[in-house]
């Protein structure tokens, strides 16, 4: 009973926000800075509330420099506060890629770990509400990519607190990108504790024997989609039988990469579907078929499938829904590997 009274149906908007009222609370030196997340709340009102509640040098609007709001969070680490900073939407870091390349993510290795750099940046990321160019990047290999860097994407309103809080927590700087697609588009129970989700470590949402399937963020909803269809009695999709038992991994942490849950998953099931929203080549897909490769090519009983975007700029409005993954495509990624 104890237990479902700290729980509360939250949208990962409100939980990302109770994540950052509760961490601000309980550390003097966590604070949160970027363009209009203190009086407004952030476009998206992540940040609603923190300004009145811990007052302007906690919650601070910045000028629109996110070279210099990046920079001068990283002066805010080395000093000893817990700087969480907000980009507007992915595709606004560009202009502070200088910042978190040759100094965020290199800080701890360059003083020999005599400084660290626990900052956190945060960013609206991915497609889904037929925003403008610049508002709609995948673009999460670039950051993956970038030794030093810890790149996280949450799927869900509880994952997003734990993830968040756990973010915060590190004494590395952490890229949190959050599909916004999903940052309303549902509830679930979340608890109203401060609690951490291990960074670093995927999670097993459906267990299951003959195909794993693999995906992060936003892409978790139209994979569970295709496992349902797969699984309803009578109902034959696309010629599967549709006895077909599916293990779906939410991956959370792009980078470092829980490679030990991967390979357990295809070694038991011999057969991988990835599913992400970001280009294809170079991407996030291919970094984990040659994982597969190298560590459980004689357990595959058919080759990898990547079901991902396009090698293009994601569209604009109707044709942005035919660039984005959906449960169609990994129906049909998902038959070509059983067959």
Do not use: W
Request: glycine share 8%; hydrophobic share 40%; proline share 5%.
């Amino acid at each position: 009973m104890c237990e479902k009274i700290n729980m509360a149906k939250l949208n990962m908007v409100e939980a990302l926000n109770q994540a950052l009222m509760q961490e601000m609370k309980r550390d003097k030196r966590v604070l949160v800075m970027g363009e209009d997340v203190g009086k407004e709340g952030g476009v998206f009102r992540v940040t609603a509330g923190l300004q009145k509640k811990f007052g302007k040098d906690r919650a601070i609007d910045t000028p629109l420099a996110e070279a210099g709001i990046v920079g001068t969070a990283l002066g805010l680490a080395v000093g000893g506060m817990r700087p969480v900073v907000e980009c507007q939407f992915d595709g606004f870091i560009y202009p502070a890629f200088q910042e978190l390349v040759s100094h965020v993510s290199r800080l701890r290795n360059r003083s020999r770990g005599r400084y660290t750099c626990p900052l956190v940046l945060r960013a609206p990321y991915s497609g889904g509400i037929r925003a403008l160019e610049h508002h709609s990047e995948s673009m999460e290999a670039l950051y993956a990519h970038v030794p030093g860097l810890k790149v996280v994407i949450p799927s869900t309103p509880n994952e997003a607190k734990g993830l968040l809080i756990a973010s915060i927590r590190d004494e590395n700087p952490v890229i949190f990108l959050e599909p916004k697609k999903v940052y309303r588009a549902n509830k679930e129970e979340v608890s109203q504790k401060l609690f951490e989700i291990e960074l670093s470590k995927a999670r097993v949402v459906v267990e299951g024997d003959d195909v794993t399937i693999i995906c992060y963020g936003a892409m978790l909803y139209p994979v569970l989609s295709a496992v349902t269809k797969l699984q309803q009695n009578g109902t034959n999709v696309g010629g599967i039988n549709n006895s077909v038992s599916c293990e779906v991994i939410d991956l959370r942490t792009i980078s470092p990469m829980d490679t030990e849950t991967i390979v357990k998953s295809v070694e038991k099931t011999g057969r991988c579907v990835i599913v992400h929203e970001g280009p294809r080549s170079f991407g996030v897909g291919a970094e984990i078929c040659v994982t597969i490769m190298e560590k459980c090519l004689l357990s595959l009983k058919s080759p990898v499938e990547r079901v991902t975007g396009f090698d293009t700029i994601m569209p604009l409005y109707q044709n942005e829904l035919n660039y984005i993954p959906d449960d169609y495509r990994v129906l049909k990624a998902v038959k070509k590997v059983l067959g």
